[in-house]
């Protein structure tokens, strides 16, 4: 089958500083996303958004939200389209950073040249807590799986399959090294091969709500972290940038990995990979992507760029997120 769509992802700031009265956005390695165009609307109006596999429902800033965070960053204005298609339901969604209300709505939505008719979106109405996104983009497409999806409502990929039900969903990422200046590339329908080089493995899933792998162990070095010596579970989130442990362990894991790093980094050794093995496939990453450094340089007092969290599985089963400084080192597809 013939590609459905391959849309450019171009890097962008979620850092945001204020500075003689007005907001400026701050470049960071440890603070940035990929982001690529989506046309809402008859006729479109092309916004730019967060494609992310670590949540399921297209989210958008509406012209409707009355606040001034709002209003600094580009909007969806339903008024403006022949297709635009009310709803009553409102819903809250709470971020690390913010919350949000939403008003469920339907809306004809272009993804390249890929039209996908009365999608459902969340408008963001009202901001009660945190900032906005902190950039020029305007919302999130969800990409997980359907499980996460609010009740009564149909994710993008499932719309996708209904409205071209010959077409293969599958999807693929390629995200630019960190230190590079290229850009990234998100591709539906089919992979392109220019992006990858060697085999590709391949993983089942077995949860209705993530991308979600058995990681086997993980090590620092050639040091096992004690947390996965039995196997632990980790999702693939490309809307986060950081890797995040769970609470319970995030705090253990980070100590030992910097322990580990500054005792090789004393003694002039090789800097150690983090490293994830996946079946039998060994996933190593640089200390470039696992350590916080200034100025794009490792010292002996940079740290380790992870963050704790409290989510689950159903089963109960805590979870790593595996962001944007894991998969900057590998081409991830999910079929």
Not at 129 to 143: E, Q, T, V
Not at 151 to 177: A, D
Not at 230 to 239: E, K, R, S
Not at 291 to 315: H, V, Y
Request: glycine share 8%; aromatic share 12%; net charge positive.
């Amino acid at each position: 089958a013939e590609a459905i769509v391959e849309v450019p992802l171009e890097e962008v700031p979620l850092q945001s500083k204020r500075r003689h009265g007005k907001t400026i956005f701050v470049k960071s390695k440890y603070r940035y996303g990929f982001a690529g165009i989506l046309g809402i609307g008859t006729p479109p109006q092309n916004l730019s958004f967060i494609f992310d596999t670590g949540s399921s429902n297209i989210l958008v800033n509406s012209a409707k939200c009355t606040r001034i965070v709002c209003k600094l960053f580009p909007s969806y204005d339903s008024s403006r389209s022949a297709t635009y298609r009310p709803s009553r339901r409102v819903f809250h969604i709470k971020f690390i950073l913010l919350r949000t209300l939403n008003t469920l709505s339907r809306d004809d939505v272009n993804l390249g040249q890929l039209k996908v008719p009365q999608q459902d979106l969340g408008e963001i109405v009202d901001i009660s807590s945190g900032k906005m996104f902190s950039n020029d983009h305007s919302g999130i497409l969800g990409l997980s799986l359907p499980g996460m999806k609010r009740k009564g409502t149909r994710t993008f990929l499932e719309n996708v399959q209904l409205t071209y039900p010959h077409r293969r969903i599958i999807m693929g990422f390629y995200f630019r090294p960190i230190g590079s200046d290229k850009g990234g590339a998100f591709m539906l329908g089919k992979i392109n091969p220019k992006y990858y080089h060697g085999p590709i493995n391949y993983y089942n899933i077995d949860d209705p709500c993530y991308w979600k792998l058995k990681v086997v162990n993980i090590s620092i070095g050639n040091k096992p972290l004690k947390f996965c010596k039995n196997g632990c579970y980790a999702i693939l989130d490309t809307g986060t940038t950081y890797m995040s442990f769970p609470n319970t362990h995030s705090d253990d894991i980070k100590e030992k990995i910097r322990k580990v790093y500054q005792k090789a980094y004393l003694k002039g050794e090789e800097l150690p990979s983090l490293s994830f093995r996946i079946g039998s496939q060994d996933y190593p990453i640089r200390p470039e992507d696992y350590m916080r450094n200034g100025n794009n340089k490792l010292t002996l007092i940079s740290q380790p760029g992870m963050r704790g969290n409290k989510l689950r599985d159903r089963k109960k089963n805590p979870l790593i997120i595996l962001g944007q400084s894991f998969l900057s080192n590998y081409f991830s597809i999910y079929d």
